[in-house]
């Protein structure tokens, strides 16, 4: 097994621009579930949640702004108050209403404050995540190497013990081939055939 290099990963990546990797189908397949380790899915969970604050705390705030501009409309509309009830009741709608629109404003602030954090904690959340995915990814690759050492060492054993076989092969051939050239020379064909003849009978009905 190859000793395996330390890296400082963290310095390999920083200030770089970097995929959303839960958005790239191409990590999904990199790393489908059946091989994710249980710190990938934490932060590929930790990564689609912050995503997904993201995308509702816009539509939050869409949200409040439409029913703000709602109840300003309102408020526009019913500006002139008459000294009667209707104007006594419009004068308290139109207090509810501006009581609204600056809690309204409160929420939009807080949530526009939160908006503009989540960027910085989806890239923090995501190099998190990528860097667990390159080690991961080498390790898997160091793993597969020391497999194909391995696997080639073998090979080459093999190469050689089969060169060595296919020697003796022949070695074993020639020798044979020696002795039945000298046993028709000695005995002649007409013996030898007869021994052939009886020793393949035997051979098939042992």
Not at 44 to 55: D, P, S, W
């Given at each position: 097994?190859?000793?395996?290099k330390k890296?400082?990963?963290?310095?390999?990546i920083?200030?770089?621009k970097?995929p959303?990797l839960t958005?790239d189908a191409?990590?999904h397949e990199?790393?489908?579930?059946?091989?994710?380790?249980?710190?990938?899915?934490?932060l590929?969970?930790?990564?689609?949640?912050?995503?997904?604050?993201?995308?509702?705390t816009?539509?939050?705030?869409?949200?409040?702004?439409?029913?703000?501009?709602?109840?300003?409309?309102?408020i526009?509309?019913?500006?002139d108050?008459k000294d009667?009830?209707l104007?006594?009741?419009?004068?308290k709608?139109?207090?509810r209403?501006?009581?609204y629109?600056n809690?309204?404003?409160?929420?939009?602030?807080?949530a526009s404050?939160?908006l503009?954090e989540?960027?910085?904690?989806?890239k923090?959340?995501n190099?998190?995540l990528v860097?667990?995915?390159i080690k991961?990814?080498?390790?898997?690759i160091?793993?597969n190497?020391?497999?194909?050492?391995d696997?080639?060492?073998?090979?080459?054993?093999?190469?050689?013990?089969?060169?060595?076989?296919?020697?003796a092969?022949?070695?074993?051939?020639?020798?044979?081939?020696l002795?039945?050239?000298?046993?028709?020379?000695?005995?002649g064909s007409e013996?030898?055939?007869l021994?052939d003849?009886?020793?393949?009978?035997?051979s098939?009905?042992?």
């Amino acid at each position: 097994m190859r000793k395996r290099k330390k890296f400082d990963y963290d310095k390999l990546i920083k200030d770089k621009k970097l995929p959303i990797l839960t958005l790239d189908a191409r990590w999904h397949e990199l790393f489908p579930d059946e091989v994710k380790t249980v710190r990938i899915k934490e932060l590929e969970q930790k990564v689609n949640q912050l995503l997904k604050q993201q995308g509702k705390t816009v539509h939050d705030i869409k949200d409040m702004k439409k029913l703000k501009k709602t109840l300003v409309s309102d408020i526009v509309v019913n500006m002139d108050i008459k000294d009667d009830l209707l104007g006594k009741a419009k004068e308290k709608k139109l207090d509810r209403n501006k009581r609204y629109i600056n809690e309204l404003n409160e929420k939009i602030d807080k949530a526009s404050d939160k908006l503009s954090e989540l960027p910085y904690k989806i890239k923090e959340a995501n190099e998190e995540l990528v860097l667990e995915s390159i080690k991961n990814c080498y390790n898997k690759i160091y793993d597969n190497q020391d497999k194909l050492d391995d696997i080639s060492d073998w090979i080459q054993k093999t190469r050689e013990e089969l060169k060595k076989k296919i020697l003796a092969k022949h070695d074993i051939e020639t020798e044979n081939n020696l002795i039945y050239t000298y046993m028709h020379d000695i005995l002649g064909s007409e013996v030898i055939d007869l021994f052939d003849i009886n020793i393949k009978k035997n051979s098939e009905n042992p």
